[in-house]
């Protein structure tokens, strides 16, 4: 047997990618309050910049992918406390590693663009994990190959 061959390897990956997007809820979290903060003390044209609804509404798009994701997460995450193999839960670790990872950008857009310039400065958080969210669609498995996990387990013979 050639080493990649070993199934230890495979039940390996497959742990990996359910709990790929683990650190999404504590990292989300603060994005989500120091972007609270911001739109509550920033003032802009005499007022809060929380004030102006598209300043708003980019704040509520935050929290609701922050909501779905952090619910995805913990859902495969009692998936998993519940026990048996992980070859039972190749499809919902493959969903949640998909949807979670697929959100992180459009999630981490919000903030780069209420905090204006402070968004991409280098001394200021938010371009940091911006640009960590963005390789979330290729490691441990792109989306692509989520797709395709997916679609086989749904019987597809997908190649
Ligand atoms: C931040 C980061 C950390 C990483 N950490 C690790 C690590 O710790 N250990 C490790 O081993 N690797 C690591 N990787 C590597 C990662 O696993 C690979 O980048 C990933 O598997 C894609 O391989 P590739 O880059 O060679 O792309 P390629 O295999 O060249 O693929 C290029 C594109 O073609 C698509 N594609 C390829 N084949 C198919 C197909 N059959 N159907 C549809 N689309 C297809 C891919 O999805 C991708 O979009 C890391 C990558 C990143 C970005």
Redesign the pocket.
Known sequence: MQPWQNPRLDEIRDETRAWAEQTFPGGSRRDLDDVFEWTRTREACGKAIGAHQQVSSRVANMAIRQRLSRMAIYDMAARLGDGGAIQSRLQSAAVTKLSVSEKYTPFMMDPMQNFGVRGILYDWDIQQDLRDSI?AT????????MR?TIAKLEGVPV?
């Open positions: 390789p290729i490691y441990v498995g792109t989306s692509e190959t395709n190649q």
